[in-house]
């Protein structure tokens, strides 16, 4: 599926994210409480934080892919973490970790955009998180930190393709689905920790 040319720009600049922001504020605030309850600080617990953040980030960022996010947001690839996930897990003795089921497919690009918000939103907390994790600790995913430029890109591409109702809509749908499954797979892991 092929995205097809931008809507015109009628939103105020911003004005998107903090819609996506405020209607998932009870979504993202229920992920930060599971997370925040694992142990960085120890072999164990940063295992079972990767492993859980693994199990959504493989199947979303190929979800995202497989709806030809690249259309509208050229620097996709760059964007993903996966592989990150991948190479800290290794470091800690987990040579082949386990995605979570395949994420649904994400039909209209407002969905696709609902689903990069919070993934890219996730940087942010990632330099927080970081400070948890003793010395030495792999830290290559928590350490890809948010690019000013590239948020603002984010930025930009959202007020642009979420400026009417439905597709705010489906962004904010999608970004809800997002967090569900993260809160799943933290919720999982945590009790393996």
Not at 101 to 108: H, K, R
Not at 156 to 183: E, K, P, T, Y
Request: charged content about 25%; some cysteine; overall charge negative.
């Amino acid at each position: 599926m092929a995205f097809e040319n931008p809507p015109p720009v009628r939103a105020a600049a911003g004005t998107t994210r903090l819609r996506l922001r405020d209607e998932t504020a009870a979504d993202h605030a229920a992920v930060d409480d599971i997370y925040s309850r694992f142990d960085l600080g120890e072999r164990r617990g940063y295992r079972a934080f990767l492993e859980a953040q693994y199990a959504c980030f493989a199947p979303l960022e190929q979800a995202i892919t497989d709806a030809e996010a690249g259309d509208l947001l050229r620097d996709w690839p760059a964007r993903r973490r996966a592989q990150l996930l991948t190479l800290d897990l290794a470091e800690l003795g987990v040579e082949s970790p386990v995605p979570g089921p395949p994420a649904a497919p994400l039909a209209t690009p407002a969905a696709a955009l609902g689903a990069i918000y919070v993934l890219e939103g996730s940087r942010f907390g990632g330099a927080l998180l970081a400070r948890r994790l003793w010395a030495g600790a792999p830290a290559r995913f928590l350490g890809a930190r948010a690019d000013p430029a590239a948020w603002r890109g984010l930025l930009a591409v959202l007020d642009r393709h979420l400026s009417d109702q439905s597709d705010m809509a489906a962004a904010v749908a999608a970004a809800r689905s997002v967090f569900a499954a993260f809160a799943a797979a933290g919720q999982l892991r945590l009790e393996d920790a």
